[in-house]
């Protein structure tokens, strides 16, 4: 049974994403933190760019295409998720008129014009790694002790140097000494005593997301991930560690590139072409959706049908604004002189990367999107107009991905009895 309606298609979405299940898979490729996973340079360029301007305004995704620079003029297309804002308009233009100017310490003044808009987005993401980081402050300590076998500090860390400037390293202090005590500075400034996150004026951001960047990359946690069995828990606070340590590398990549653009640049947002925002109501509670999905379901699962529906119930939500999402408008926007990559501040969705794949295919178009988790979003919408047969194989696809995760929810269950 697939779904026939938009408000169907958020239903299922919901499901998908209120249930643990298949991000159990899906953290563990580690596809925002394997760093040496070599990225098209012009594509980093785009996520830096979406990174730096999401963490304004209210911290919707914001994805950036550019054309590619013809007469040296290199120029970007922004777009955001909902309807824009005049705070999202005031912190892409506060940092565009930064980059276009590269001063003499260029990453500093990157920095701080991004904390002057971002104060909103970067809280949002520190309470984002408190919450798990709390219990892994524990377990990490445990960790840190077992038996690795430490290399040089060179290959423990992505960016050892960086690290060294910032936190000096005692003489004749082990790696492993070293790399505990940055993680218990890094677990202390995000905390405070009762285990919750700061306030952003009592952080050193600087510290804090240069730290996140490197222990979310190191071989510690890489090696922990491949040998710990709390597989789920660790893969998950690496992602958002990761997360947080992007508000990091994302200055380094820019202040790289806007030195070699020079000023030689312009860019300008997505207009609404269309009403980008619809409001949907649920029809359906989760206990129909479950129940009434496959038979199935009834007879794999049994008694933990009560379980999934009080999981998926938690975040289910009966209303929902859905909207074209940022990398779509810009897709639809491309112009024949683009550069194919869609660069975005969180990543696409698995609708996004469905319909995606699918222009490609019957536009032989080569789009790139930024690496991501893929995960279920409910406020995903179809543009309009598309074809009856994209439609439908996105609400298989959904249905199908909500019945995996189902079943691998469920087989939780019984592996714990
Ligand atoms: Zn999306």
Redesign the pocket.
Known sequence: MSPDTPIELAEHLQIAKGLPGITRKEWLPGVITEQDIQLPEDLKLLEDLAIAVAVGGDNR?VAVIMEKATGGVHHFTLAI?GRLSRDDEEAARRLFQVLRIPGADFPSQIRSVISSYATPGMERALRVVAEPLDEFEIKVQDWLETTFKWQDLKQELPSSEEVLARFPKPDGMSVKKYITSLWMTLCESILDGNGNARQLSQINTDEVFLLAAQLSGSRFLKRLLESNSEKQFIGSVRYKLAMLGRYWTCVGGLAHRFRLIDGRFDYSWVRETQPLEKALRMTRVPQDIITCINPDIKMYCGYAVQDLVEQAAEQYKEDIVVSV????QLILNGKDNSAPYVG?STG??????L?IDDYNKRRGAKWEITRSLEQP?E??AAPSPSGEDVMKMIHHEVTEMMYRTLMDAAGGYYDDD
């Open positions: 995704e998720q999402h940022p990398e779509i975005s696409a969705c698995f609708c996004c990367k319909w979003d406020t995903w």
